[in-house]
Each structure stands twice: as C-alpha cells, then as structure tokens.
C-alpha cells in the first residue's frame, strides 16, 4: 500500500447499514495475553448511532485499499462529558456469558472444545488442538472462556506445553492453536523500516501511519520478521497511527 497516505478513512456498519455519523474516534487495543479486544467508538454528543447488541462492522479505507478492522457487537454505551461512547466487545462476550458445569470420561480434547463452542453460540472457528484423549475432564459452572483455559492447562499436564491460547480475528472468528498454526491473527505482512515509514521508535516498539495490525500478526521490521505482542490502534480527526510492541520471530 501507499504510505505516504496519512489520512485514513473508517468506515462504519450498524446491523448491515453504514452508519453516515462520523465518529470522532475510534481505538481498538490487542494483547498476545488477552483473548478479547478493547474496542471502542466514540461520537460527539449524544449521537448514538446503535444500541446494545447490534453488530459492528469497522472497515478502514486508503483509497482502493479496504481493510476489516473490527467485527463484533456493541456491547454498551456511555456518556462522557460532550461524548457518546460505544463500547465494543467480540466473540468473547458469548465465551463469557455462557455459563457450563461440564463432566467428560475418556474424550477427545478437541471434541470437548467443540462442544462446549458450539454450546456458546460460536459457528466460525479454527482450531489446531493434539489428538489427546482425557482421562477425566469436569467443571462447576463456570463461563465457557475459563473452561477453555482449563483445557490449556490439561493439556499441559499430558505433555503438550505449548503456547496454546484463543482469541478472535478481525472477522470475529474464533481461534484456539499456537503460533505455528491457528494461534495467529491472519492479514498483510506489512514491511517497515527506519526513517521510511516509522514515525517514532523505541525499545521492542514503533509507531507507524493506521495500518490492519494485531498481535501475532508478522509483520517486517528493518528486514527482520517481528511478531507483535501488544498493539493500541487509534483514528480520529486529530490523529491516526497504530503503536506495535513486538519480538523477533
């Protein structure tokens, strides 16, 4: 793409309609250790483009270029001071409202993993879990995100101590793997270098123009492959650029 564009445009969809308000900003925070995102969209006044449990789809725009930011669901919203904000939550939202007591004997632990997402309401997933079978797997009630987490753990106590964690994508799909299969967030391996398109650099970070980056998405750092752990994404009439932690691969 063309980086001597600075002025990203974003592109707003409320239940399948573009939303013709323009926000004043818009963030969006991703973290390797975290499976939700921060997102939020904020707009002056009281304008209030949605309602709670409306789907969102944010697009970004440079030219022809079109990117997909976010997609998910308003989750809440605020006011603040001479603002409305629109508080934006993914696929985590159903992982975290579905509540399971689970009892499994002598299962596969993938099949206990599509079982209970499927039970949360998730239909577009992409999973990379061993062929294990379980001795014994249960749980009291608890959100079907901890009982996940519990699979992790179980999984380590078989031998299998790899970097295994979920998260959504920028198509809210669910994804549960490492970072040699599933376990990555899917995109444009975007090339960066010193003095050409980093606006500011400092130790294991740099600042560049709005660009589609999450963690654990490659990306290229003066030659060298860069997986990004933490990224703050922000767009608004007085600023846009994405701030990217990362590590070598």
Not at 12 to 19: E, G, R
Not at 218 to 241: A, D, Y
Request: contains cysteine; charged residues 25%; aromatic residues 12%.
């Amino acid at each position: 793409m063309n980086f001597k564009i600075n002025r990203p445009v974003i592109r707003v969809i409320i239940n399948n309609h573009v939303v013709t308000d323009k926000p004043h900003r818009f963030i969006l925070r991703t973290d390797y250790d975290l499976p939700y995102v921060i997102a939020e969209l904020v707009y002056p006044g009281n304008i209030s483009p949605g309602n709670p449990h409306d789907s969102v789809v944010i697009t970004l725009i440079y030219n022809t270029d079109t990117y997909r930011l976010f997609s998910g669901y308003i989750f809440k919203i605020s006011k603040q001071k001479q603002k409305t904000v629109l508080h934006l939550s993914d696929g985590f939202e159903k992982l975290w409202a579905t509540v399971l007591a689970v009892s499994y004997r002598k299962e596969n632990a993938r099949v206990i993993l599509n079982d209970i997402i499927q039970k949360a309401g998730l239909t577009n997933v992409q999973i990379a879990c061993p062929v294990v079978e379980f001795a014994r797997f249960s749980t009291l009630q608890i959100p079907v995100s901890e009982i996940i987490r519990k699979i992790i753990e179980t999984l380590k106590s078989y031998g299998y101590d790899y970097e295994y964690r979920f998260f959504f994508d920028a198509d809210n799909t669910f994804r549960f793997g490492t970072l040699s299969d599933t376990g990555i967030n899917p995109g444009e391996r975007f090339a960066f270098e010193t003095g050409v398109n980093i606006i500011e650099k400092g130790d294991s970070r740099f600042q560049t123009v709005a660009l589609p980056i999450r963690h654990s998405q490659e990306i290229e750092v003066n030659k060298k492959t860069i997986i990004p752990h933490r990224t703050s994404l922000v767009i608004s009439r007085t600023e846009s650029r994405i701030m990217i932690w990362g590590w070598e691969s």
